[in-house]
C-alpha cells in the first residue's frame, strides 16, 4: 500500500509540474510569444485567451464600465472601440478612473491611425465579476464587455473580444489582463492544496496497518467462511 501511494504522488507531483510549465507557456504576456493578426485569434477561444493579438485602426467610440474594483477601490472602465481597417471595431479598455467618474472626465483617445499589440481578452459574461446585464445604466456606460452590449449603440460591429492597455496616458490607471483559462492563481493554489493533502493522507499510518500479522493469524476472507 505504501508503495503505491508513494507512485500515485510521484505521478501527481510530475503533473503539477507539468502544469506549472504549461502555465508559464500559456501566461498573458510572456516575452517570447509572437504576436498574431486580431482576426486569427478570433473566435476567442482557450488556446487563443491570452495570446499577443495586433490590430490596426482608429479610435472612435467611449464608454465607461462602472462597478469595476482596481486595488480595492471602486471605479469605471474606459473603454474605446478601436475601428479597424475591416470596419469593424476591436474594445480597448484604454484605463480605469477612480469613484463616479462622467463622461465629461473621459480623456481623449489618440488621434490618427493606431496599432496595438495586447494580451487577448475572451467576452465578458454574467459570472465575470463586476459584470452587470439588468440594465439601467446612464447614456455612454456599459456593464458588461462583450459584442452583444454594442450591438445597439454602434452602427458597425464590436467584435466579441477585447484588450487592456498596460501603459494609459493621463490620469488613467492600468487595467491588468486576466489570465487565460486554467491557468490562473486559483488554481495553482487549489493544486498546491491538494499536493500538500496528498502527502498528509500517504504518510499518515494507522499503528495496526503497520503491524506484521503472523499467517496463522490472519482471519480468513469473507470468501473462505
Known amino acids: 500500500m505504501g508503495y503505491a501511494g508513494s507512485w500515485?504522488?510521484?505521478?501527481?507531483?510530475?503533473?503539477?509540474?507539468?502544469?506549472?510549465?504549461?502555465?508559464?507557456?500559456?501566461?498573458?504576456?510572456?516575452a517570447d510569444r509572437t504576436a498574431a493578426p486580431l482576426d486569427d485569434l478570433l473566435p476567442v477561444t482557450e488556446p487563443t485567451s491570452g495570446r499577443l493579438a495586433t490590430a490596426t485602426g482608429h479610435y472612435d467610440a467611449s464608454f465607461l464600465v462602472p462597478g469595476r474594483e482596481l486595488d480595492g477601490r471602486v471605479g469605471s472602465y474606459v473603454l474605446t472601440l478601436l475601428r479597424t481597417e475591416h470596419g469593424d471595431a476591436l474594445p480597448v479598455v484604454r484605463g480605469w478612473l477612480p469613484g463616479r467618474a462622467g463622461a465629461a472626465e473621459i480623456p481623449a483617445p489618440p488621434a490618427g491611425k493606431v496599432t496595438v499589440t495586447e494580451a487577448l481578452q475572451p467576452p465578458e459574461n454574467?459570472?465575470?465579476?463586476?459584470?452587470?446585464?439588468?440594465?439601467?445604466?446612464?447614456?455612454g456606460q456599459i456593464g458588461i464587455i462583450n459584442g452583444a452590449s454594442l450591438v445597439n449603440l454602434?452602427?458597425?460591429?464590436?467584435?466579441?473580444?477585447?484588450?487592456?492597455?498596460?501603459?494609459?496616458?493621463?490620469?488613467?490607471?492600468?487595467?491588468?489582463?486576466?489570465?487565460?483559462?486554467?491557468?490562473?492563481?486559483?488554481?495553482?493554489?487549489?493544486?498546491?492544496?491538494?499536493?500538500?493533502?496528498?502527502?498528509?493522507?500517504?504518510?499518515?499510518?494507522?499503528?495496526?496497518?503497520?503491524?506484521?500479522?503472523?499467517?496463522?493469524?490472519?482471519?480468513?476472507?469473507?470468501s473462505a467462511w
Not at 8 to 29: I, K, M, N, T, Y
Not at 126 to 139: F, K, M, N, S, Y
Open 8 to 30: 500515485q504522488l510521484d505521478r501527481f507531483a510530475a503533473r503539477v509540474e507539468s502544469h506549472q510549465e504549461d502555465q508559464q507557456h500559456h501566461g498573458v504576456s510572456p
Open 126 to 139: 454574467r459570472g465575470t465579476q463586476g459584470a452587470h446585464e439588468d440594465g439601467g445604466l446612464p447614456g
Open 154 to 222: 454602434v452602427p458597425y460591429r464590436a467584435r466579441d473580444a477585447w484588450i487592456t492597455l498596460p501603459d494609459p496616458s493621463g490620469a488613467l490607471r492600468p487595467v491588468p489582463p486576466t489570465a487565460p483559462p486554467g491557468t490562473g492563481p486559483d488554481l495553482k493554489v487549489t493544486i498546491s492544496t491538494n499536493s500538500h493533502r496528498t502527502r498528509a493522507l500517504l504518510s499518515y499510518r494507522e499503528p495496526w496497518a503497520c503491524q506484521q500479522v503472523p499467517p496463522g493469524d490472519r482471519v480468513p476472507s469473507p
